[in-house]
């Protein structure tokens, strides 16, 4: 099973177990959506059923079955929360970043390293390639992105002149 990451537990808020949640999600609505959720801290890994969500400011707050004090609730700040890939929501157009990372980027027939990192600037996102010449910052631009195979984990561009020092 693929794991996604979709959130941070900040700390507890209230004396009934709730955990406010910083979201790492586009769409924070989907929390409400969601029955379970996979903790990591590093050391442990949990498996929490939600018993209720809301959304306040951009924040998610969360009751999870058998958390039912601040002290327990305590116990849980710092951890990511995961969800299954399969629960992820197909997007109409486009990639989403978890599924670039760790593609191996390619020009031609020359491996110019991994996609380690995506910077978002605004006007384009500029995609951070790891490899042999060092670090490469490849803009996410149809003219430079040639194709991306997501399956197989393959993104084929045509960078611009001057991009690569020889």
């Not at 486009?94 to 380690?116: A, I, K, R, S």
Request: charged share 25%; proline share 5%.
């Amino acid at each position: 099973m693929q794991e996604v990451l979709i959130g941070e537990i900040l700390r507890p808020h209230g004396v009934q177990g709730e955990v406010k949640v910083y979201p790492i999600t586009t769409d924070v609505h989907r929390f409400a959506k969601l029955k379970q959720v996979f903790l990591h801290n590093g050391q442990e890994r949990r498996s929490l059923e939600i018993r209720e969500a809301r959304i306040q400011n951009d924040l998610v707050y969360l009751l999870f079955q058998g958390i039912n004090s601040m002290d327990e609730a305590e116990k849980l700040r710092g951890f990511k929360l995961y969800i299954d890939r399969a629960e992820v929501p197909p997007l109409e157009e486009g990639w989403y970043y978890f599924e670039l990372e760790g593609m191996q980027v390619y020009e031609g027939n020359v491996c110019l390293g991994t996609l380690v990192q995506i910077q978002e600037t605004g006007a384009n996102d500029i995609y951070v390639v790891r490899g042999d010449h060092g670090e490469i910052c490849v803009p996410a631009l149809k003219s430079v992105v040639k194709n991306v195979d997501v399956p197989g984990r393959r993104m084929d561009v045509t960078l611009p002149p001057g991009l690569l020092e020889d």
